[in-house]
């Protein structure tokens, strides 16, 4: 399975951190890592619900999480937000 590198940031952290993703994931199974990985690097500050969205940080144009990521786009050097 072919994996990409993507950068997310979390405003209300005001934390960026690098992720691995694979290509061939629907999104919404990438968003539960991510929020997962947001919990733990924060020491558990960032409490994800089922509200919480990726979008893409140069627009906030929100992701549609039933879309593969490679259906969707996001290639290696990619920049996400988590919100």
């Given at each position: 399975m072919e994996h990409i590198l993507i950068e997310v940031f979390v405003p209300a952290l005001e934390l960026t951190f690098?992720?691995?993703i694979p290509l061939?994931?629907?999104m919404y199974e990438v968003?539960?890592?991510l929020k997962k990985?947001?919990?733990e690097m924060?020491?558990?500050r960032f409490v994800?619900?089922?509200t919480t969205a990726i979008c893409h940080r140069e627009n906030g144009r929100i992701i549609n999480v039933n879309?593969?990521?490679c259906e969707l786009g996001v290639r290696n050097g990619s920049k996400l937000m988590l919100i």
């Amino acid at each position: 399975m072919e994996h990409i590198l993507i950068e997310v940031f979390v405003p209300a952290l005001e934390l960026t951190f690098d992720a691995f993703i694979p290509l061939q994931s629907p999104m919404y199974e990438v968003l539960e890592l991510l929020k997962k990985a947001a919990t733990e690097m924060s020491d558990g500050r960032f409490v994800a619900d089922r509200t919480t969205a990726i979008c893409h940080r140069e627009n906030g144009r929100i992701i549609n999480v039933n879309l593969s990521v490679c259906e969707l786009g996001v290639r290696n050097g990619s920049k996400l937000m988590l919100i």
